[in-house]
């Protein structure tokens, strides 16, 4: 297979049909799964994955309760299905989604470069690894510089034994406490990112400074806070002054979970955002001056997230977001800026 080398992909973005002109990348979704699987890895040999999907059951699998299995709503593999929903995006108003299905999660890059191909949404592919727990076994044995070569071979020559090269470092995963496995894997990421000059999504730890303890460590280690987005600050990150000191660093901000209007969450005991909060939250970033520092999208990894499924779908932001910017005083300018600009600078190599 043929390597492109760092001055082969510098100033373009690279998708799963190949590199463009920056200037072709249109409104982005910076944090979506179009094919994945997250069920946790111990319960994939089960063959009892629950009820179907229906309007009599989405609610009560969604909020956890009174669903004994419910393993369809981790699995995004019918491909049918996310050909019609990107599409669906694509007729609101969506261009572009960055899709961070990486290791752990069953990444899909022939099944991307289809998608793309068929709907003309252009498709960023991740790279790289998991939380700990997703990862395979052997991965606790590797160094660091094994990790970094296979992450610039993603990059450069294709990913996960394709000709389908990644256009983004991620989402590389972190949990609280971090492990030694995490932390090999994240030291990977930064020297791949040195190589390759693309740029680097982190998912980080629930605990709300495990945040800055990423950013701290990406500058200890003598990586570009610049070319660092932090995933998930909308379940991680509520009060503002955290949220701002760590804007201050120079990461990117993610807000990712919009869509999730409820205060659930299954995963953490805390009260979620809902839409409004999140654009209340990124005012206070823009007022700090960080306008070029935040990016959103929906993190869409479950099938009861989907249109199809009784969900908001890729659409949402475009469809309901947007107007309620404008509505709550954001500029023209603002708004491209979050789904435009700042995006395209993010997965323009350097």
Same mark, same amino acid.
């Given at each position: 297979?043929?390597?492109?080398?760092?001055?082969?992909?510098?100033?373009?973005?690279?998708?799963?049909?190949?590199?463009?002109?920056?200037? @072709?990348?249109?409104?982005?979704?910076? /944090?979506?799964?179009?094919?994945?699987?997250?069920?946790?890895?111990?319960?994939?040999?089960?063959?009892?994955?629950?009820?179907?999907?229906? +309007?009599?059951?989405? !609610?009560?699998?969604?909020?956890? /309760?009174?669903?004994?299995?419910?393993?369809? @709503?981790?699995?995004?593999? +019918?491909?049918?299905?996310?050909?019609?929903?990107?599409?669906?995006?694509?007729?609101?108003?969506?261009?572009?989604?960055?899709?961070?299905?990486?290791?752990?999660?069953?990444?899909?890059?022939?099944?991307? $470069?289809?998608?793309?191909?068929?709907?003309?949404?252009?498709?960023?592919?991740?790279?790289?690894?998991?939380?700990?727990?997703?990862?395979?076994?052997?991965?606790?044995?590797?160094?660091?510089?094994?990790?970094?070569?296979?992450?610039?071979?993603?990059?450069?020559?294709?990913? !996960?034994?394709?000709?389908?090269?990644?256009?983004? #470092?991620?989402?590389?995963?972190?949990?609280?406490? !971090?492990?030694?496995?995490?932390?090999?894997?994240?030291?990977?990421? +930064?020297?791949?990112? @040195?190589?390759?000059?693309?740029?680097?999504?982190?998912?980080?730890?629930?605990?709300?400074?495990?945040?800055?303890?990423?950013?701290?460590?990406?500058?200890?280690?003598?990586?570009?806070?610049?070319?660092?987005?932090?995933?998930?600050?909308?379940?991680?990150?509520?009060?503002?002054?955290?949220?701002?000191?760590? $804007?201050?660093?120079?990461?990117?901000?993610?807000?990712?979970?919009?869509?999730?209007?409820?205060?659930?969450?299954?995963?953490?005991?805390?009260?979620?955002?809902?839409?409004?909060?999140?654009?209340?939250?990124?005012?206070?970033?823009?007022?700090?001056?960080?306008?070029?520092?935040?990016?959103?999208?929906?993190?869409?990894?479950?099938?009861?997230? +989907?249109?199809?499924?009784?969900?908001?779908?890729?659409? /949402? #932001?475009?469809?309901?977001?947007?107007?309620?910017?404008?509505?709550?005083?954001?500029?023209?300018?603002?708004?491209?800026?979050?789904?435009?600009?700042?995006?395209?600078?993010?997965?323009?190599?350097?």
């Amino acid at each position: 297979m043929t390597r492109l080398t760092r001055s082969d992909l510098r100033g373009k973005v690279q998708t799963v049909l190949g590199p463009i002109e920056p200037e @072709k990348l249109g409104r982005t979704l910076m /944090h979506e799964h179009v094919l994945c699987d997250i069920r946790p890895p111990s319960t994939r040999t089960e063959n009892d994955l629950g009820p179907e999907i229906t +309007l009599e059951n989405v !609610w009560q699998i969604n909020h956890g /309760h009174g669903v004994a299995r419910a393993g369809r @709503k981790y699995m995004l593999d +019918l491909e049918s299905v996310a050909v019609r929903e990107v599409e669906m995006m694509k007729r609101e108003g969506g261009d572009a989604i960055v899709e961070l299905t990486c290791g752990g999660l069953s990444p899909d890059p022939k099944g991307l $470069a289809r998608i793309a191909a068929g709907t003309g949404v252009t498709i960023v592919m991740g790279c790289g690894y998991y939380v700990n727990d997703y990862q395979d076994p052997r991965n606790h044995g590797r160094t660091v510089d094994d990790f970094t070569r296979e992450i610039v071979d993603q990059v450069q020559v294709g990913a !996960w034994g394709t000709e389908v090269r990644a256009g983004m #470092i991620g989402e590389i995963g972190c949990q609280s406490p !971090w492990t030694d496995l995490e932390k090999r894997v994240m030291t990977a990421a +930064l020297i791949a990112q @040195k190589e390759t000059g693309a740029s680097i999504n982190v998912h980080p730890g629930r605990h709300e400074d495990q945040p800055q303890e990423v950013a701290d460590f990406v500058v200890a280690n003598g990586g570009d806070p610049t070319r660092v987005v932090i995933s998930h600050i909308d379940r991680t990150v509520f009060d503002v002054e955290r949220l701002l000191k760590l $804007a201050d660093t120079g990461v990117t901000i993610e807000f990712d979970l919009f869509g999730q209007e409820a205060s659930y969450y299954g995963l953490s005991d805390i009260d979620m955002p809902n839409d409004a909060t999140r654009l209340k939250l990124i005012r206070a970033l823009i007022e700090r001056g960080h306008l070029e520092r935040v990016v959103i999208s929906h993190d869409i990894c479950y099938r009861t997230r +989907l249109t199809t499924f009784g969900g908001h779908g890729y659409g /949402h #932001i475009f469809r309901n977001v947007v107007p309620m910017m404008r509505l709550r005083g954001y500029a023209d300018a603002e708004i491209d800026m979050i789904l435009v600009g700042n995006p395209r600078r993010l997965l323009t190599f350097m």
